[in-house]
């Protein structure tokens, strides 16, 4: 992330060969960028705790590198310039081109990730000053979630970074000595802060996520280890060379340092410590949590020394042509791997969500994109950036635009286009197979149960159907498994008027994808203008295939239907599907029911499904009532039993059984229960016809029936009569 070459300073205090040990610590940065990878795989592709050591602090390595490689790159300069007085305007001068290059560093590469962030990843929160201020880098200074990991999740880190660099001038002007007061100094203020957080959270002004969000990401808290990094510059260029010592040596050293660190992950995270850091005064709630984030500074610091001096075989590993260039797109890795990872989660499928494969193209994807955005974006946007700054818009779009074209027919460059556009394909396939199976799991979930699971002979089985109907327009919605090996039998929809004559048929398309080796998946969408269809009535559903249509069953229970109804568009017509229902006495109630008027409407809320009434030897009398009631009846059902003059002779009505099946009911849809009555033979004596009614209670009169055989007052359907010759 920062510039590695170092200008020559005086041979005593820097050792030989300073470029290949400043190449060194470029390939090391490749290897914390791969380690904040790993970590944030938790959670992503089914890995639940990656458990490595140290992924979790890597961003630590990084904020201890970037004040180191800067101390020595800037610190002398601003030093030089400081000691002498007449120098106050060319020090100003270095520390405004000091901000200028790192701003021109870090700046467009996030604006480009944070654009690609917003355009890919859909579960973002796009709230204005959630993204005003991850543009303007100043998210990292609030303790609110959608602020620091909202958008691009990474991005909190370069927002503390450009703080950094703001405060770098402060550290280093006036020299070493200078620079140890300002040291402990701030080992005082972070102290001082953990205090104040501890407070916060003990009086509850803050809540434990609002202060480990602070300690995490807010720049005060994490400037220790920049500092730490200027220390380690320091050390460095004071430090006895050792131009003899073998590489084995050095390779120890390098060993002992690494070892230093995973004994500290072992300390930290393998024997809890943290759990006995509530138990210290002043700063119990806070310090765990620090030490959880930053108290690997100092042992990262002594890494960089190590390595930064060393000729070992793991320096020269990460000091190698191909570490190297890995470390250089390492920021841009960093800057995209999280994108990646959370777009290849959400959109891919089942295939894609869980093990290596899903793994193994986020960092393929990662690292193909991290040498097109190096190449194409963070290099030429820093040379352009500075010119912009420098000089004026045409020196910034003349080098921009020079450094584009220099790498853009770089053989790397086109390999690397090649691989992310393969990925994209990969994940976008896939991202489709994906919504099709969450339709078709969406449309099995939210159907009635009238249209589940009905099987067309061992052609396909039916997992539901879902209809949007409004005036202008009818939506249908089907979701399939094909079970039979042929696949050329079609579903067919037919619109019927109120002959049950076919209107139009219109053949689906058949759209499939596979869910599982053995079994295939499918949903159809059709849609169509109510207006070019004046006479619908029914909407009917079959599948066919040479004229022959597959008989209907459900739950084991076989029909000699071949059409299953949808919909009927008139709501006094509305038929009950006898598929849906389970065999015995509500079902042959619905069965018996005359085909051209399956259903009569009493009111708004009430359907007559079926009903029938056997007298029985003693004189009393069975009364069976299939009914399709809606949750806001507040009717009770009446029995009148008229004699030959139409008078009154009896009546029978039962509010508790009404009661009981209110609270059966939810939602809004209407639902199917029974009434199976005797009446006693008292009730019903010299009565000669059986009527039935709905008594409104509150308006105190009977509901009126909308259709069926009724009486001359149209509020009494007769359902039967004891008068065979009547």
């Known amino acids: ?85 007449e120098n106050t305007s060319s020090l100003t001068a270095d520390i405004f081109s000091f901000l200028k ?30 993204v005003v201020s991850n543009l303007f880098l100043v998210h990292s200074w609030t303790s609110s979630a959608p602020y620091v990991t909202g958008l691009n999740n990474v991005s909190w880190s370069i927002s503390t970074e450009l703080f950094f660099c703001f405060a770098f001038p402060i550290f280093v002007i006036g020299g070493y000595r200078r620079f140890l007061w300002r040291y402990g100094f701030l080992i005082l203020a972070t102290l001082g802060c953990l205090i104040v957080l501890n407070f916060a959270i003990e009086l509850q002004w803050i809540s434990r996520q609002g202060m480990t969000l602070t300690i995490q990401a807010n720049p005060i808290m994490r400037l220790f280890e920049f500092a730490t990094g200027i220390l380690t510059a320091y050390l460095f260029t004071r430090a006895a060379r050792h131009t003899n010592r073998s590489p084995l040596v050095d ?61 070992g075989l793991f320096a020269k590993a990460m000091a190698s042509p191909v570490m190297v260039h890995l470390g250089e797109i390492s920021f841009a890795f960093y800057m995209i791997h999280m994108i990646i990872i959370r777009v290849i989660d959400f959109e891919g499928s089942p295939l894609l969500t869980t093990g290596v494969l899903a793994i193994a193209l986020a960092l393929v994807a990662s690292l193909a994109a991290a040498e097109l955005l190096y190449q194409l974006v963070e290099m030429p946007s820093k040379d ?15 080098k921009t635009t020079s450094v584009i074209r220099d790498v853009l027919f770089k053989p790397l460059t086109g390999i690397s286009a090649l691989a992310l556009l393969a990925v994209v394909g990969i994940v976008h396939q896939n991202s489709l197979t994906k919504y099709e199976q969450a339709r078709v799991s969406q449309i099995a979930q939210k159907s009635s149960a009238a249209h589940k699971q009905v099987d067309f002979d061992d052609a396909a089985k039916l997992l539901g159907c879902l209809l949007e109907i409004d005036e202008d327009s009818i939506t249908i919605e089907l979701a399939w498994k094909a079970a039979g090996q042929d696949t050329q039998k079609r579903r067919t929809v037919y619109l019927m008027d109120q002959n049950m004559e076919p209107l139009k048929t219109e053949i689906m398309p058949w759209h499939m994808h596979n869910s599982a080796a053995s079994a295939k998946q499918t949903y159809d969408s059709i849609k169509f203008d109510r207006s070019d269809f004046p006479n619908l009535l029914r909407i009917m559903l079959t599948w066919e295939k040479d004229g022959d249509r597959a008989t209907l069953s459900k739950d084991g229970q076989s029909s000699s239907l071949s059409l299953l109804e949808l919909h009927c568009v008139d709501p006094e017509m509305a038929a009950i599907d006898t598929l849906s229902l389970p065999p015995g006495k509500l079902r042959s109630l619905i069965e018996q029911m005359p085909q051209k008027q399956p259903c009569i409407r009493i009111g708004e809320n009430a359907t007559l499904c079926g009903y029938e009434c056997l007298p029985n030897p003693d004189g009393s009398l069975s009364v069976n009532l299939a009914w399709k009631l809606k949750p806001e009846l507040t009717e009770r059902r009446v029995l009148n039993f008229l004699d030959e003059n139409t008078a009154v002779v009896g009546n029978y009505g039962d509010v508790a059984m009404l009661q009981f099946v209110r609270r059966e009911m939810t939602g809004s849809e209407e639902k199917l229960f029974l009434d199976e009555l005797l009446v006693p033979p008292e009730k019903c004596q010299s009565a000669s016809t059986i009527t039935l009614g709905l008594w409104d209670e509150q308006a105190k009169q009977m509901v009126r029936i909308e259709n069926g055989k009724t009486l001359a007052n149209s509020q009494r359907l007769i359902i039967g009569r004891l008068n065979a010759a009547d």
């Not at 355009?119 to 973002?124: K, P």
């Not at 660190?261 to 393998?270: G, K, N, S």
Request: net charge positive.
């Open 101 to 130: 290059k790192r701003v021109a560093r870090l700046w467009p590469l996030h604006f480009v990730c944070l654009l690609v962030c917003v355009a890919t990843v859909r579960y973002l929160n796009l709230d204005f000053w959630v």
């Open 384 to 398: 352009g950036m500075n010119a912009l700054l420098n000089g004026g818009p045409v020196d910034s779009i003349t």
């Open 1 to 85: 992330m920062h510039q590695l070459k170092v200008p020559p300073p005086k041979p005593s205090l820097v050792p030989p060969s300073p470029l290949r040990r400043i190449d060194c610590l470029t390939g090391l940065r490749f290897v914390a960028a791969l380690l904040v990878f790993i970590h944030h795989l938790d959670g992503h592709f089914g890995v639940e705790g990656t458990g490595l050591p140290l992924a979790n602090n890597a961003v630590s390595f990084f904020f201890v590198l970037s004040g180191f490689i800067l101390t020595l790159v800037y610190g002398r300069r601003f030093e030089s310039n400081h000691r002498r007085a």
């Open 251 to 311: 390779t120890a050293y390098e060993l002992g340092t690494v070892g230093l660190l995973i004994v500290w992950w072992v300390f930290i995270y393998r024997f809890e410590i943290l759990k006995l850091t509530p138990s210290t005064p002043l700063i119990g709630n806070s310090l765990g949590t620090w030490i959880w984030f930053c108290s690997t500074a100092p042992l990262f610091g002594l890494t960089v020394w190590t390595f930064a001096r060393s000729n």
